[in-house]
């Protein structure tokens, strides 16, 4: 209807007073021509009056809504999806208004990159950590501890010197293999014997690193639940059979992409926990270890710390969220 130009000669109304009615051209079957082509949504009319003077009036008619037949509002959502899949960067540059080369890199990564992200992340979790709990890397040290001599086989310079001190804890034995002391032709037994314990810590750096590193992917993964824009509700016109509304249409399919997101964080959120629970159970720390760790060499020697700090590293440079994608759809009204 752009530029569209119609003559009026006159009215059955008496001055200044006129009243004219324009209709579409009548087609076939006593239907009507489009007005609109390939569009539907929200459009504004204004009709631009020219006076015989040559004076002119531009008159609007407001927002008015239109809609599409059942399968072009279907071949719609295709083409939003295309849009919001191929032009990123591009689609923002040319809709920021304060910001002319607004792109992804600016913003952050879209939802769904992070959601991909995300899924791999807990893919090579899931198949490293348990070699990991198999074999963490520990801390080594030593404490000096009373045990039951029958469960001591060996006995340092430490423990013989303390044997030394107190002979009261030897009896006799006739079980030469557990025997302690050999004399006189006489086996002694230790009831019990302070000796040195080699004990393994597993509350370092590395293991604190991973810890915070599956604390930081559930947290992710409530934000992504959390922040996700929510659409606004609208009165669709159901009166018209055949034709579909904009927003209902793209409405229901937000839904529905939004749908299947929650179903699959639901279960991201259970495999997190599942690996959360299993590494507590196993390599239990004091506390996490949040943001960047460092590849110490203990970690560079042992390829599946080195594995998964790669992938740390890969998440906090890619961990930003984005959603203007979907804002720019739910804040059409």
């Not at 569209?4 to 109304?13: A, C, D, K, T």
């Not at 006129?18 to 929200?42: I, Q």
């Not at 107190?166 to 079980?175: A, F, K, P, Q």
Request: glycine share 4%.
């Amino acid at each position: 209807m752009d530029d569209s130009e119609y003559l009026f000669h006159g009215s059955n109304v008496n001055p200044p007073d006129f009243n004219y009615t324009l209709m579409p051209k009548s087609v076939a079957y006593g239907n009507y021509e489009a007005l609109f082509y390939n569009y539907f949504g929200v459009a504004n009319i204004v009709l631009k009056l020219t006076k015989s003077s040559g004076e002119t009036q531009l008159i609007s008619f407001g927002n008015i809504e239109i809609l599409a037949r059942k399968l072009t509002a279907e071949q719609a959502t295709f083409m939003v999806d295309f849009i919001l899949q191929e032009s990123e960067g591009d689609l923002y540059s040319c809709l920021s208004a304060t910001r002319f080369s607004a792109n992804y890199h600016d913003g952050g990564e879209t939802p769904q990159a992070i959601f991909n992200k995300l899924i791999t992340t807990i893919k090579t979790l899931e198949d490293i950590l348990p070699s990991v709990i198999n074999r963490p890397i520990t801390r080594i040290s030593s404490e000096t501890r009373m045990q039951n001599g029958h469960q001591v086989s060996d006995i340092d310079e430490q423990g013989l010197a303390w044997l030394n001190e107190n002979i009261s804890v030897l009896e006799e034995t006739d079980d030469t293999e557990r025997a302690h002391l050999h004399y006189d032709n006489t086996y002694y037994l230790a009831q019990e014997i302070q000796t040195s314990v080699i004990i393994e810590h597993t509350d370092i750096d590395e293991n604190r690193a991973i810890y915070g590193f599956l604390l930081e992917l559930k947290r992710i993964v409530n934000k992504l639940e959390t922040e996700a824009p929510k659409p606004l509700k609208k009165q669709v016109n159901q009166d018209e059979e055949g034709y579909r509304s904009f927003f209902s249409v793209m409405g229901k399919w937000l839904s529905k992409v939004n749908g299947v997101e929650i179903n699959q964080l639901s279960d991201c959120k259970q495999r997190i926990s599942r690996l959360i629970h299993s590494f507590n159970k196993h390599i239990p720390v004091a506390f996490p270890n949040k943001g960047l760790p460092v590849l110490s060499q203990k970690a560079k020697a042992n390829r599946f710390y080195t594995t998964i700090f790669r992938s740390i590293m890969e998440w906090y440079y890619f961990n930003k969220i984005d959603w203007r994608a979907q804002e720019m759809l739910f804040a059409i009204k």
